[in-house]
């Protein structure tokens, strides 16, 4: 069965400053994989997804995520953050094969520092 | 836009009642979905539904059941509320064949006391 880990429960980043969010997988294949958002309040807003092709993702918000073979890694990227940014960030595999569901992380929270 | 919209942000219902969440989505998906979502273990899949009156179970599905009579609305029932329910509830929806939700409502905060 597939998982997935998020090691980070919490990270604080500068406004303006790089960031990246790990997140490892558990698969025998190469999985589909996801990132959400999810603000304060509100329900997850997918941001990007990988099936195939390109191991470089783009997504919505600025946001892309490389999906690294060797590594079981899928990290999310933005090159500057903004105050906005403040959420909690869900990665996800599931399978790509027949009507798999998906598995999520427990979650990163980031917070933006003035 | 695109919306998925549940019934109550906020509930607070006694141990033993019987408990509906509502969840209306107006984009003509097949597959519906339920969660809940706990401080430290993310979202886990209750049950889902890939047609109207079609239900499978998820992952967490002991204590709730499941209505689909229209493609539009998905309801959750607990049957007999306990205090270990007592969660985030987050309803889902998305097109096509993979079980990949991809819009969300604002979900349900449900206290049972």
């Known amino acids: 069965a597939q998982s997935v880990t998020q090691p980070d429960i919490h990270i604080t980043v500068s406004e303006g400053a790089s960031l990246e969010l790990r997140c490892n997988y558990s698969?025998?294949?190469?999985?589909?994989l996801f990132w959400y958002v999810q603000s304060p309040g509100q329900g997850l807003q997918l941001l990007l997804k990988?099936?195939?092709?390109?191991?470089l993702v783009q997504g919505i918000k600025g946001f892309e995520a490389e999906f690294k073979r060797s590594q079981s890694s899928f990290n999310l990227r933005k090159p500057s953050v903004h105050w906005s940014d403040a959420a909690e960030y869900f990665c996800?595999?599931?399978?790509?094969?027949?009507?798999?569901?998906?598995?999520f992380g427990t979650g990163t929270r980031l917070l933006v520092s003035p | 836009d695109v919306k998925v919209t549940q019934s109550s942000r906020y509930l607070v219902k006694r141990t033993g009642e019987k408990v509906f969440l509502e969840c209306v989505q107006d984009?003509?998906?097949?597959?519906m979905f339920w969660y809940r979502q706990d401080p430290g273990l993310g979202l886990r899949l209750i049950y889902f539904?890939?047609?109207?009156?079609?239900?499978e179970k998820g992952d967490i599905p002991e204590g709730y059941s499941v209505s689909r009579e229209k493609k539009e609305r998905f309801s959750l029932i607990l049957e007999s509320a306990s205090t270990n329910q007592t969660s985030m509830y987050l309803c889902?929806?998305?097109?096509?064949?993979?079980?990949?939700?991809?819009?969300f409502g604002d979900g349900t905060r449900l206290s049972i006391l």
């Open positions: 698969y025998g294949a190469t999985p589909y």
């Open positions: 996800a595999v599931g399978a790509p094969v027949g009507f798999q569901k998906l598995v």
């Open positions: 889902a929806s998305s097109l096509g064949q993979g079980l990949q939700p991809q819009h």
């Open positions: 539904s890939y047609d109207v009156k079609m239900k």
């Open positions: 984009m003509d998906h097949e597959n």
């Open positions: 990988y099936f195939s092709g390109d191991t």
